[in-house]
């Protein structure tokens, strides 16, 4: 079994056979991470660099965890101290991974494309570890495989995105993703965050929490960021907690119970109280640890895949 | 230089010509036109059998680029790309560094174009609306006009404030030259790069809403209305809505003209999909419906000028990531094909509509004098076959740079070559 494609630029177009290829390759690795011994040898001899032109933390570790449990090589460059902050394009910084003969690449950065373009000029495998206001594929995998595992599967399971969808990648590609594999997703957030022409998308949107609390199964709750207040989206983060915040009051109005997911890192009490981010329908820490089986699933099967092609 | 054109398609909206007819042209003028005419010796023949001879076309929205930018374009390069295009004018817009805001550089600009080709293409200033392009103080536009500048604008950059739009309406209405306005309200746009619509949102791109044009339009058409002597027109209109305030304004009588590119009556906002920066303009490529309005405002009249907007920039300028990229596509070598392609053999305009859009409107927009194709007049003309079937190769342009989104498109029609100034120089 192999993806269709050599990169993983998106989860716009990834067909629904693919996706469960790599929840199904994820939930193998996953029980490698709960062994004593959590390393194992398919990439060993690949080189992979992680080339995060915008901060993380998080993603960053995720990737870099996920790489060295499957043995492969790893180099870190992030952009500050790098030759990027000396003016260096992407374009050479791209010739010379070519130039250094790397097998994979790990991209993150600000700007929505940056890795279709890295795809265009590099031979190596490319992966999106979040591009602009784009997508974050991964991240809606490891959302979808926790969703996966709790409720056995993803369709006709009913999905809310909470919050700053307008400038969202997590959401654009929990939405391509969800609704592949025969979810319900709708969005919820004020208008000036929701982007136009959502619906053509095949998402409902909401404006009140109170309208679509009761219709739900899983709130996936974004992270807003300060930023958006100061370009005049939002007025500030009293209103939003006190509109769209997503608290325990608002939930347990709800008969159903309600499943707590946030790509991280949470503003506590802000975008989501803390009660719910720590209470038992949470699932953010499992968020975490998938994290990690989704993406030696994505390294595991493009890795692979290149080798046989080569031979 | 002496040639015999035999049998040409004569078209000419000024005179009003739509015939079959010879030309001999000799010392720079028409010296003959006639059907058939006897063959003299020491003229060269060229069969024009099933081709077209127009008024020499004028392209009024180019960016040269010289002086300050030279390593994207120079004054013999683009002169070069025009001539290529079938062009026997080109109108260059003033932002260049230093800008066209004052008699020297104005003057340089056209010595840069007489000594480019031989000066086969005339080259046309548009000094700058406000000194340095900067919006806030009005630019000589009295020296500028007595040094040759056909019209004001700050172009890349909109005349923002409204109370300088007025200044600069009224100042310029003394000389009857046009304002041309980059219609833009600048806090709408918050580093768009791409229509603002449903492609923007599956591609993550910030997004460049119509209404950003449409309400700067707006503005200009009621400061217009309060300064009827003034004359406005707008560069590369791209929405439905701003067709419509443009008709609306007209029927009322204002004194308004505007201007489309190819890019905008051929292109969707869908090619930006795969991120080719060499889909990135400003205005941006908008959706279907508003390419249909602007083909409809062609037809109509609303629309009077087909002009390029040519506006090179090198490789590496462009290839880099989609959002950091420059705005502006070249088109000079395209545009006729385009025009031809998109326009004339789909029905939407006639040869001799397309021809008024391509020479006669924006000479009287810039109060040049018009190109009459008659005996004894000088011989400024287009050669054009409008059937020749080719593919656009990005390597081969004469433009300095190659950020066309056009490379392998199929085009049928293209120049054959122009006559300017007693030269003849083929296309190609």
Redesign the interface.
């Known amino acids: 079994m192999a993806l269709q494609s050599r990169h993983l630029l998106g989860l716009e177009g990834v067909s629904a056979e693919d996706i469960t290829l790599i929840l199904d390759t994820a939930r193998s690795f996953r029980e490698v991470l709960d062994r004593p011994i959590k390393k194992v040898p398919p990439l060993q001899g690949k080189t992979i660099v992680n080339l995060f032109f915008e901060s993380s933390t998080r993603t960053r570790i995720s990737f870099e965890l996920a790489e060295r449990r499957l043995s492969a090589d790893v180099v870190n460059f992030a952009a500050s101290g790098s030759s990027v902050s000396k003016g260096e394009t992407l374009k050479d910084t791209a010739r010379n991974i070519e130039a250094m003969r790397i097998d994979m690449v790990v991209i993150r950065h600000a700007s929505s494309g940056a890795p279709h373009f890295l795809s265009r000029v590099v031979k190596a495998n490319v992966i999106n570890a979040g591009d602009g206001q784009h997508e974050h594929p991964t991240q809606a995998l490891l959302d979808m495989m926790t969703l996966r595992e709790k409720y056995g599967a993803l369709k006709g399971l009913r999905v809310c995105i909470v919050g700053d969808i307008l400038h969202s990648r997590v959401a654009r590609s929990n939405i391509y993703g969800l609704k592949t594999m025969g979810a319900e997703v709708s969005v919820c957030g004020p208008a000036t965050l929701i982007p136009r022409h959502m619906e053509e998308l095949g998402v409902r949107v909401y404006h009140r929490l109170e309208d679509i609390i009761p219709r739900v199964d899983v709130l996936n709750v974004l992270r807003i960021q300060l930023e958006r207040q100061k370009s005049g989206l939002f007025p500030s983060l009293r209103e939003y907690h006190r509109y769209f915040g997503v608290t325990k009051e608002r939930v347990e109005k709800a008969p159903q119970p309600i499943t707590i997911m946030h790509p991280g890192p949470i503003n506590r009490d802000v975008e989501l109280s803390a009660d719910l981010a720590d209470g038992e329908h949470s699932v953010i820490l499992e968020q975490v640890t998938n994290g990690v089986a989704i993406r030696m699933a994505i390294l595991y099967l493009l890795g692979t895949a290149q080798s046989s092609e080569r031979s | 230089m002496k040639l015999h054109l035999s049998k040409a398609h004569v078209i000419d909206p000024v005179t009003g010509t739509d015939a079959i007819l010879d030309l001999r042209i000799a010392d720079g003028r028409i010296e003959r036109m006639g059907p058939g005419l006897p063959q003299e010796r020491g003229f060269e023949v060229i069969d024009m059998t099933g081709k077209i001879v127009t008024p020499g076309l004028m392209d009024m929205h180019v960016h040269l680029r010289e002086p300050g930018f030279e390593h994207k374009e120079t004054i013999a390069t683009g002169c070069a790309a025009a001539a290529a295009g079938g062009f026997t004018a080109i109108a260059c817009m003033p932002n260049t560094n230093p800008a066209i805001d004052d008699e020297s550089v104005a003057r340089y600009v056209q010595e840069q174009g007489r000594r480019a080709a031989n000066g086969v293409v005339d080259v046309l200033p548009i000094g700058a609306a406000t000194k340095g392009r900067s919006g806030e103080e009005l630019a000589p536009f009295a020296e500028l006009a007595e040094a040759g500048a056909i019209g004001f604008s700050d172009d890349g950059a909109p005349i923002a404030s409204a109370e300088i739009m007025r200044r600069v309406l009224e100042y310029a209405s003394m000389y009857d030259l046009p304002v041309i306005q980059h219609a833009e309200e600048p806090t709408m746009v ?1 580093g768009g790069c791409m229509h ?3 492609v ?8 460049i809403p119509r209404v950003a044009e449409e309400i700067m339009i707006a503005r200009d058409l009621i400061l217009l209305r309060y300064i009827p002597r003034a004359r406005y027109h707008v560069a590369h209109i791209s929405t439905a809505e701003s067709v419509d305030l443009i008709r609306r304004a007209k029927a009322q009588g204002l004194n308004v003209t505007c201007e489309v590119t190819p890019h905008h009556f051929t292109l969707t906002d869908e090619a930006v999909e ?2 080719d920066t060499n889909t990135k303009m400003n205005p941006p490529l908008r959706p279907r419906e508003d390419v249909e309005a602007l083909k409809e405002g062609l037809k109509d009249g609303t629309i009077d000028v087909i002009a390029t907007d040519h506006a090179p920039h090198t490789v ?1 300028e462009k ?6 990229a420059p705005f502006g596509i070249i088109g000079l070598e395209t545009a006729l094909g385009l025009a031809l392609t998109e326009l004339v053999h789909t029905k939407v305009l006639t040869l001799s509509q397309l021809i008024g859009k391509l020479s006669t409107n924006p000479r009287r927009i810039t109060s040049r004098p018009p190109i009459r194709l008659e005996q004894g007049a000088p011989a400024n003309l287009t050669l054009i076959d409008p059937d020749i079937e080719w593919i656009v190769d990005r390597g081969t342009s004469h433009s300095k740079s190659q950020n066309s989104p056009f490379g392998g498109r199929r085009l049928k029609g293209g120049a054959i070559g122009i006559i300017n100034h007693g030269m003849y120089v083929s296309a190609g």
């Open positions: 918050r603002e619509g449903s923007s949102l599956r591609l993550g791109l910030p997004g795969g991120y590496d290839e880099v990531e989609y959002t950091a």
